[in-house]
């Protein structure tokens, strides 16, 4: 009994994959000229995209955008101090927006700089400043007439 209940099910199993080729290869038939346009195209895709990949490897795209930082009207800045700290227009620009409370990633997207340059930017003005951290850096700056 258990043979034939066996047997049954490998028919049946047998069937299903016979109906299923043929759905596939009726699928094929009937749908060729899209399918191999499907392959075509991936594979012009891939061509592309190693093909980009080998053109622009090694070579680096550097975007400068100057941006002015607003200081209210009133202030002067002490133009000898920056001198005397030898603090540059960017680490000055650095300088006033984290003095408006502005976060490193948010001083980088207000410059268009990557935020490592922000980090690279603020550790030179902690040195020159001699101080450890923003707060410090602030106070300072506040102090020696450099920012509002």
């Known amino acids: 009994m258990y043979k034939k209940i066996i047997l049954y099910g490998v028919v049946l199993g047998l069937l299903i994959i016979g109906l ?7 699928l094929i038939r009937s749908n060729s000229f899209e399918i191999y346009g499907g392959l075509i195209a991936i594979l012009f895709t891939v ?26 009207a009133e202030f002067a800045v002490n133009e000898n101090n920056l001198k005397h700290f030898n603090i540059s ?11 408006q409370g502005l976060s490193n990633q948010e001083v980088a997207d207000k410059l268009f700089v990557s935020l490592n340059t922000i980090k690279t930017h ?6 020159k400043l001699n101080v450890q ?4 850096a602030v106070q300072e700056a506040k102090k020696l007439g450099l920012v509002p």
């Open 20 to 26: 299923k080729f043929a759905e596939y290869r009726f």
């Open 47 to 72: 061509v592309g995209i190693w093909g980009g990949s080998k053109y622009i490897k090694g070579k680096e795209v550097t975007v400068i955008k100057e941006v002015m930082v607003n200081a209210p």
């Open 89 to 99: 227009k960017r680490e000055h620009d650095v300088l006033i927006l984290m003095a």
């Open 122 to 127: 603020s550790s030179k003005l902690f040195e």
């Open 133 to 136: 951290r923003r707060t410090q």
